[in-house]
Nanobody, 115 residues
């Protein structure tokens, strides 16, 4: 049973920073790709950033230069460092992993950007 557990969400003021973590229940290098998605109220879930097994990173244009995806083999985790946060970044952020055409999701962590 693959499990992905996110942490690190919360309330932050505009311009602030947060670091999300996603701990996997297995070796992260067994996944073809891992990443972060988000879903804002009333909107569809959308891609934020992904990293594949080879280390190639894909980011949505709106977060380039502000968000950074990374990983740790020792911790079996991926991370999303978010800076210069904006109110429009408010959403539930989900960790995703794919292996052999199977997709796995975490339970989500709420990020609220508000003054």
């Amino acid at each position: 049973q693959v499990q992905l557990v996110e942490s690190g969400g919360g309330l932050v003021q505009p311009g602030g920073s947060l670091r999300l973590s996603c701990a996997a229940s297995m070796n992260i290098f067994e996944f073809n790709v891992m990443g972060w998605y988000r879903q804002a109220p009333g909107k569809q879930r959308e891609l934020v950033a992904t990293i594949n097994v080879g280390g190639r990173i894909n980011e949505v244009d709106s977060v380039k230069g502000r968000f950074t995806i990374s990983r740790s083999s020792a911790e079996n985790s991926i991370y999303l460092q978010m800076s210069s946060l904006k109110p429009e970044n408010t959403a539930v952020y989900y960790c995703h992993a794919a292996i052999h055409s199977r997709n796995y999701w975490g339970q989500g962590t709420q990020v609220t950007v508000s003054s």
